[in-house]
């Protein structure tokens, strides 16, 4: 009997942020396209070491279930940056409208984060805030340099939920924030 040899496949090529290309968006033109697209709001906390960092941001998402990885990215224009770049594990603080003043807090950069809300660290050392909807404490599994960002990749550890998320959510859409509940559902 003979045998069907299979032509060998190549492993496609990693994509790369340094690749030219012919055509590309302008960065004003992929600001504008994505600010049509709401985002929910998140502050993710750190310490490396040299004291608590916080930022807010509108780019977590869940990737798996089983593991429980999420992923989120982090500008390397932002002062928690460094941080983050370095911690082994970080909280995700996932919020709802009732944590907008938080939210703000992590937006506004040249202040102490930390100063005007109430958190403690857990019992291994990770800051967190009191009061938000829900946080998950996670292992940093993977980094990648992604343009001016860092993509992270986090394994869920440890999370406390205080509110179901039966109330409104917070995204952030259109340079604005806002509610989302049952006025806003088609």
């Not at 504008?32 to 709001?41: D, M």
């Not at 340099?145 to 179901?164: F, M, N, P, Y």
């Amino acid at each position: 009997m003979a045998s069907t040899a299979r032509p060998e496949r190549s492993a496609p090529s990693a994509p790369s942020a340094e690749r030219s290309f012919d055509a590309s968006l302008s960065a004003d033109e992929f600001k504008a396209l994505f600010r049509g697209h709401p985002g929910g709001v998140a502050v993710i906390t750190a310490d490396a070491g040299e004291g608590p960092v916080a930022l807010t941001a509108t780019s977590v998402s869940s990737v798996s279930a089983e593991p429980p990885l999420l992923i989120f990215s982090i500008s390397s224009q932002s002062s928690a940056s460094e941080t983050l770049s370095r911690a082994e594990t970080i909280v995700v603080h996932l919020l709802d409208a009732d944590d907008l003043s938080l939210a703000q807090t992590g937006a506004t950069s040249g202040i102490d984060r930390f100063a005007d809300h109430h958190w403690s660290r857990l019992v291994t050392g990770e800051p967190v805030y009191h009061g938000v909807r829900a946080w998950v404490r996670c292992a940093v599994i993977e980094r990648m340099d992604a343009g001016g960002s860092t993509v992270v990749a986090a394994h869920a550890l440890q999370s406390s939920i205080e509110r179901d998320g039966s109330g409104e959510a917070l995204v952030y859409h259109n340079r604005t924030w806002h509610r989302l509940g049952d006025h806003s559902a088609i």
